[in-house]
């Protein structure tokens, strides 16, 4: 019995100092890892407990977000209306009000088309009223994403711009006159590559930005068309005129003629009168006796 008692009493204190030392030896990282010197990003309980977290921006610096989709859009709207330069007024202002403006007007009568360039944003805005202002025959909407040729543009823009850039220090470090001749040769024709390049930029940054919307706007109470079918007054009302027109023509040629003929007339008549004459006083021969 009492060699029972000590072998227990070995067994529970071989298992304490087991557990002390293993307490001591879980301690031992937590104590080298100081609060203040956790790395960047990373917690201090997740420092404190040796967790791995992936790197973190460093301050002032944002994670790149996604490019905005570049959107050219435009707009085709056929109107009645019963006042035409009214509509056109309304159309007109409807525009200007939202930042835009009138680009092309052709109005005339019961007839006027218009081109109006609006902020892109406010598109839907503007074709809401504009539908307000008469009767909608038709609508048509067209949206082209062109943020693919936006893209390459920029791209090419700024690779153009360095390279302006590098010739015009070539040309400032240039001492001999076949140097800086060829130089700026060079440099000319890549400015013009640039200029071109700028110039595309900007009609795709201005056809991004303001919307274009094309008017079509024809009177609604137009009066129909004459009924021309052949009746039996305007028959003869033909008729008539035709004789007229006939008599015309032949008065014509003869005021044309008339001249020539007084010319030519008077000296033939003069001529045959003389013959007949002559002829006349002529005795006349007795014939020969057989």
């Not at 990282?29 to 977290?53: E, I, K, L």
């Not at 902020?119 to 943020?147: C, F, M, W």
């Not at 009609?203 to 930005?209: D, E, F, I």
């Not at 033909?238 to 015309?248: P, Y």
Request: glycine share 8%.
């Amino acid at each position: 019995m009492a060699k029972t008692r000590r072998t227990l009493l070995v067994v529970v204190a071989g298992a304490l100092l087991l557990a002390g030392c293993t307490a001591q030896s879980a301690s031992g990282p937590m104590q080298a890892v100081a609060p203040g010197n956790a790395a960047p990003g990373v917690g201090r309980s997740d420092a404190a407990a040796g967790v791995s977290q992936p790197p973190q921006p460093a301050a002032g610096k944002l994670a790149p977000a996604d490019s905005t989709r570049q959107i050219v859009r435009t707009a085709n709207l056929s109107l009645k209306s019963n006042n035409v330069g009214d509509a056109v007024t309304k159309s007109r202002k409807a525009a200007t009000d939202a930042g835009g403006y009138s680009s092309d007007e052709n109005s005339g009568g019961d007839h006027a088309s218009l081109t109006l360039k609006v902020p892109s944003d406010k598109l839907d805005s503007v074709l809401t009223q504009l539908v307000g202002i008469g009767q909608v025959v038709s609508r048509t909407e067209h949206a082209e994403d062109v943020t693919q040729q936006v893209v390459d543009v920029d791209s090419r823009l700024a690779a153009q711009r360095a390279s302006v850039t590098r010739v015009r220090a070539l040309l400032d470090r240039a001492t001999s006159i076949a140097d800086i001749t060829s130089i700026e040769s060079e440099l000319t024709r890549r400015e013009a590559d640039l200029d071109s390049l700028q110039q595309r930029h900007d009609v795709l940054a201005g056809q991004v930005a303001l919307s274009t919307v094309s008017i079509d706007i024809s009177k609604s109470d137009a009066a129909p068309p004459p009924d021309n079918s052949p009746t039996f007054l305007s028959g003869l009302g033909a008729g008539w005129d035709a004789l007229v027109a006939s008599l015309k023509a032949v008065s014509i040629a003869i005021g044309a003629v008339l001249p020539f003929a007084v010319l030519i007339g008077i000296p033939v008549a003069a001529v045959v009168w003389w013959i007949r004459r002559w002829r006349r006083s002529r005795p006349a021969q007795v014939p020969a006796e057989q």
